[in-house]
Antibody, heavy 122, light 107 residues
Framework: EVQLVESGGGLVQPGRSLRLSCAAS????????MHWVRQAPGKGLEWVSG????????GYADSVKGRFTISRDNAKNSLYLQMNSLRAEDTALYYC???????????????WGQGTLVTVSS | DIQMTQSPSSLSASVGDRVTITCRAS??????LAWYQQKPGKVPKLLIY???TLQSGVPSRFSGSGSGTDFTLTISSLQPEDVATYYC?????????FGQGTKVEIK
């Protein structure tokens, strides 16, 4: 059974940093691209960032480019999101999601974690 | 960047009705289009990928069509359990933008 468990969320002041983690199990982690998607309270889904199976291809939403860094450790079956210079508008539930297609850099998302809540406020 | 625009933003229909949601890309994306269903308080669920391929386990009353810039999600016979917000997503290249969502309710 595929499981994605996010952690690392919490309350943080504007301008500070936070690192999210996603622990994956139930599938061959290093065969699939992984993504972060966020959802602000009462709002829609926003794609944040994605990373290919071998970290060779990485993309970011314009809203986080230059502030957030995605990475993965295939040996630990883990995905990360380093978030710097946090703003109030980054407040959201952050989901970790698995790509549907094996070894593809262009794939939708078939499994999602339950999310970890990030609140940016003074 | 390519923008994804869904319409309508919300709709109310009766049980058994045929429901259609559209998604328009500002540039062509071939068939790199997925549809997700998110029920209140729940995690998004993949319904359709490659514009028209039904994800395993999804009821056959859901279908997708389109290519290029114009796409459609159809629910052939709306059921009470279909109350949710539906999102399209392009995934041909980053940023893999979602549409703003369509909220479906029962009349």
């Amino acid at each position: 059974e595929v499981q994605l468990v996010e952690s690392g969320g919490g309350l943080v002041q504007p301008g500070r940093s936070l690192r999210l983690s996603c622990a994956a199990s139930g599938f061959t982690f290093d065969d699939y691209a992984m993504h972060w998607v966020r959802q602000a309270p009462g709002k829609g889904l926003e794609w944040v960032s994605g990373i290919s199976w071998n970290s060779g291809s990485i993309g970011y939403a314009d809203s986080v480019k230059g502030r957030f860094t995605i990475s993965r450790d295939n040996a630990k079956n883990s995905l990360y999101l380093q978030m710097n210079s946090l703003r109030a508008e980054d407040t959201a539930l952050y989901y970790c999601a698995k790509a549907l297609e094996y070894s593809s850099s262009s794939s939708c998302l078939d499994y999602w974690g339950q999310g970890t809540l990030v609140t940016v406020s003074s | 960047d390519i923008q994804m625009t869904q319409s309508p933003s919300s709709l109310s229909a009766s049980v058994g009705d045929r429901v259609t949601i559209t998604c328009r890309a500002s540039q062509g994306i071939s068939n790199y289009l997925a549809w997700y269903q998110q029920k209140p308080g729940k995690v998004p669920k993949l319904l359709i990928y490659a514009a028209s391929t039904l994800q395993s386990g999804v009821p056959s009353r859901f279908s997708g069509s389109g290519s290029g810039t114009d796409f459609t999600l159809t629910i052939s016979s709306l059921q009470p359990e279909d109350v949710a917000t539906y999102y399209c997503q392009k995934y041909n290249s980053a940023p893999e933008t979602f549409g703003q969502g369509t909220k479906v309710e029962i009349k």
